[in-house]
Every structure is written in structure tokens, then in C-alpha cells.
């Protein structure tokens, strides 16, 4: 298996993205972190330079869920419930 990330500081990076990737679109963490991940194989095998990889994996992994973004003004038990579950 292809190890992801080169370091933790790349890896960090990563993961702020698929959170605010969740937040963002109202997914799961989990779910996001699945997508995410799997696009970022598929680039990952293709990539020459990884400057750019959480902008182009973020940007295909909204495509992927079909994200519809989450007004960041919501309230409620939803909007609690996903921030709650992205910051652990």
C-alpha cells in the first residue's frame, strides 16, 4: 500500500482540508476522510510535484460527494453535530 502522506506536517495539512471539506458540505468525517483519500491515491500515482495535492484532492473530493455547501450560519443540533465531530 502507498503511504499518503511524506510527513506529519503533510499529513496535518490534509486532514484541516477533508475537516473543512465536512464542515463545509455537511458529510461525515468519515466519509469525507474516505473519499479524500481515495482521490488522493489516484493522484498520487500521477503526481510529479505535491505542491499542490490538498488543493486539486480537496477540489475532487467535493466534486465526488457532490457537495452542496452547508450554510456556515446554521444552527441547531446538525450544525453542532459536525462540529463536534470534525474537531475530534
Do not use: C
Not at 490534509?14 to 469525507?32: D, F, N, R, Y
Not at 483519500?37 to 505542491?51: F, P, Q, S
Not at 452542496?68 to 459536525?82: C, E, I, K
Request: hydrophobic share 40%; charged share 25%.
Amino acid at each position: 500500500m502507498q503511504q499518503l502522506y511524506k510527513n506529519p506536517a503533510e499529513e496535518a495539512g490534509h486532514l484541516e482540508e477533508m475537516k473543512t471539506i465536512a464542515l463545509h458540505t455537511g458529510k461525515e468525517l468519515k466519509e469525507v476522510t474516505q473519499v479524500y483519500e481515495a482521490v488522493l491515491t489516484v493522484l498520487l500515482a500521477e503526481a510529479h510535484v505535491r505542491d499542490f495535492l490538498v488543493l486539486l484532492t480537496g477540489r475532487r473530493t467535493r466534486e465526488a460527494l457532490g457537495a452542496q455547501a452547508v450554510p456556515l450560519r446554521a444552527t441547531g443540533d446538525t450544525a453542532s453535530r459536525h462540529r463536534r465531530q470534525i474537531a475530534h
